[in-house]
DNA sequence: CTACAAATGTAATCATAGTTTCAAAGTAAT
DNA sequence: ATTACTTTGAAACTATGATTACATTTGTAG
């Protein structure tokens, strides 16, 4: 493997000149990042000249400055992303271009990169929301978000009154909006290619007073345009489709969220619906 | 304290144009590395004009290019010397015990998990089954489970012929097993409290002499003792439910494979798709 | 369909970074 | 002390990067 700049550096540190060690100690001091500005400032903060910077990159062996600083650039990447866990296999039975490592290296990355750009902020504003049992709350997906909003639904009814599933994908949603009043709230779910009937839905549900939240990939549904809070969910995979895998998991931490905030009422919801399906034997006794 | 150029970032994302968002999105990809480089060569990574760089780097707020490249370089520099970075916070902008950073460090656990304990060719082995067109493919969940089976369902319909959805939750699922014949395929989701029901019509296709195939969580569903081939996801979570975010990545990655292998025939299906959706005028037309 | 405004890229211009030349200063050998 | 050689930085030069002006394209409202 090639050396770093630091061993380089180290390595032939004894034929160096005055000026030229001077310079290393400096470079060596808080490696890598005293190399990424301008050669003159490096030569500067070293208190040599530039034609000494220049010429002693060229005895370690770069063609110039500016390789020498791509040289260091990468190594600050490499050790950037990812300090542990830059090329772990995720399943060690397969190898690592199988394709159960390269989406799960993707799916990873979405999730990181969904998390780092949240808005905290927002997220809370869209709990309370959820939370918030005066507010009717109306649910809906297109046509790949609607396994997403279905799930949603299913929890939300569990924790909280007053929830409705929107078949955005059916053409009868405009019943659904008839009962919606001022200050309810409408979840969308929309990722690319966006849906001509969920931007109407929408505009409609806005101007009926609703409060619009939004749950779309990272280049934003129109929704946006009309909503109140909205999250950005990375979606990229190695497939023909997206993964919506971080927008499930967006809307798990949500499930999670709402429920902690009214575990009270919650609490007395989910007794009442475990008698029931053990009236109706849905489930096995212990397993 | 002063915002961080992701933070600033997604501040104004909002007001951001078409080019500037593109450009944005390599930014924050991996970001701050990404900014370290010349102006030139990020514009080209994003596939923008240098003007549309220099224009954003100013709506962000800083004089020009060189100067919002300094504050990248503080921020790598501020991380490289904090050691505290160790234990990745997922949501900086959130505190270390908000939900959002609990849930993520779950949901990564359980991924990994599931990911390391995954037995690869029982995955080839279910990708060959499902992409095998002369069996037709029943796919169908429980309560929870539901809409993962019904976004499985949606693609796979997509990329092949002869697929069904059976209603599990419904009473009505016999009917769909009358035209089950040896040799088709039955995919279940089945996790804790597992639904006799399903465990019923696994039992009736197996004896009709199809093969089952189980996508269960780590506690292993009964049906396994029907399963050809089954795959365990971990699914704990902090929270009074599970989590399914291991299952949909596994969906996920099982659709990418099937699709992988027959890509030929899937091809023109995904055409013939389009231009229904075309005709239909669903969808928007490039946002 | 037309007219207008916004967005974006091309190309020219300007600024700064990087390299090279060369002369001055330092150093070592005679 | 003188000469030959090495080191070094000032300054000229060259290349590349950043900015600006302007034309083209794209989208939108009338």
Redesign the pocket.
């Known amino acids: 493997m090639k050396d770093t700049a630091q061993e380089t550096i180290n390595k032939i540190y004894d034929s ?7 310079l290393a100690g400096v470079i060596l001091e808080n490696y890598p990042m005293s190399g990424m ?7 500067e903060k070293a ?9 002693m ?2 005895k370690l062996g ?8 791509d040289t260091l650039r990468q190594e600050v990447e490499a050790r950037f992303s990812n300090p542990i866990a830059k090329h772990e296999s995720w399943a060690q039975s397969a190898p690592e271009a199988h394709i159960l490592n390269r989406f799960t290296d993707a799916v990873m990355s979405n999730i990181r990169q969904t998390l780092a750009n949240i808005d905290s902020e927002q997220f809370d504003l869209l709990t309370a929301l959820l939370a918030d049992e005066k507010r009717a709350l109306y649910i809906t997906g297109g046509r790949i978000t609607h396994a997403l909003s279905e799930y949603l639904h299913l929890h939300m009814q569990v924790i909280r009154a007053r929830v409705r599933h929107i078949r955005g994908t059916s053409n009868a949603w405009p019943h659904d909006l008839l009962d919606m009043s001022e200050g309810d709230v409408v979840l969308i779910y929309d990722i690319r290619r966006y849906e001509n009937s969920t931007l109407r839905l929408a505009e409609i549900a806005k101007e009926r007073g609703a409060k619009i939240a939004l749950i779309t990939d990272q280049w934003q549904s129109p929704v946006s345009q009309y909503s109140d809070v909205s999250l950005k969910c990375r979606i990229e995979a190695p497939s023909a489709w997206d993964s919506t895998v971080s927008m499930m998991l967006l809307s798990e931490t949500l499930i999670a969220a709402v429920q902690e905030a009214r575990w009270d009422q919650t609490e007395s919801r989910m007794h009442a619906l475990e008698d029931m399906f053990d009236q109706t034997k849905i489930f096995r006794k212990f397993v």
Do not use: C, D
């Open positions: 160096l000149t005055r000026a030229e060690r001077q500005g301008s050669i003159t400032r490096l030569a208190s040599v000249s530039t034609p000494t910077v220049a010429r990159v060229q770069y063609s110039g400055f500016p390789e020498f600083q």
